[in-house]
């Protein structure tokens, strides 16, 4: 990784760190870190219900409920397609089953802080492709139909309604030689508008 971006990778970036909200002031739990008067029965006229906070909306306002429709959809369990820069750890289809998980948070991060870069250093918004993510996710499924969670005859969470495995049976090996470096290629680039800094 270039000295520079290593070095400056906090300081170029030009929105929130961490962005959080109260979902809503009707709280019995009266924790500290809310910093508000919560108590039960103190709901705002305009707080979202439970439904409207917890809905994630992507590019065109396709939601996450469209993108999981007939399932779960990820790229490499760390991007979602019509997401631009919606990146996450060990999501659908990762091989938490197989390995570390540990090992596994460690590659999903390294992973993820390379297309941050890659963000900062084109001013971008990048999200996988469509098409490609569901290709890997057929080969992990083709590969998963193999292993003892869908031969064995187990009932567990780890099926998903047609009876095959949301796992990617990988070691940690395989997982970090498949994930060492960003496949750009693999991504839609989004131009981001320009905007002021302060």
């Not at 996450?64 to 399932?71: E, M, V």
């Not at 090992?103 to 098409?131: F, N, R």
Request: proline letters at 7%; a negative charge; charged letters at 20%.
């Amino acid at each position: 990784m270039p000295e520079t971006v290593e070095k400056n990778r906090i300081d170029n970036l030009k929105a929130p760190l961490l962005v959080s909200w109260q979902i809503t002031r009707d709280c019995d739990l009266a924790c500290l870190h809310c910093c508000t008067e919560s108590a039960p029965g103190k709901r705002l006229s305009d707080e979202l219900d439970r439904e409207e906070s917890m809905k994630v909306v992507g590019e065109n306002g396709i939601s996450l409920d469209d993108i999981w429709a007939d399932g779960p959809l990820s790229y490499r369990s760390v991007a979602l397609p019509h997401m631009p820069n919606f990146f996450m750890i060990n999501g659908p289809y990762g091989p938490s089953g197989s390995t570390s998980v540990v090992g596994l948070i460690e590659v999903h991060v390294d992973y993820v802080m390379g297309c941050l870069d890659y963000v900062l250093q084109h001013g971008c918004a990048i999200s996988p492709c469509p098409k490609r993510s569901a290709a890997l996710i057929a080969e992990i499924r083709a590969r998963s139909a193999r292993t003892i969670w869908a031969t064995g005859g187990c009932k567990s969470w780890y099926l998903d309604r047609h009876g095959v495995p949301l796992l990617n049976p990988l070691s940690l090996d395989q997982l970090g030689e498949e994930m060492r470096h960003p496949d750009f290629s693999d991504f839609l680039h989004h131009t981001l508008p320009d905007r002021q800094t302060a």
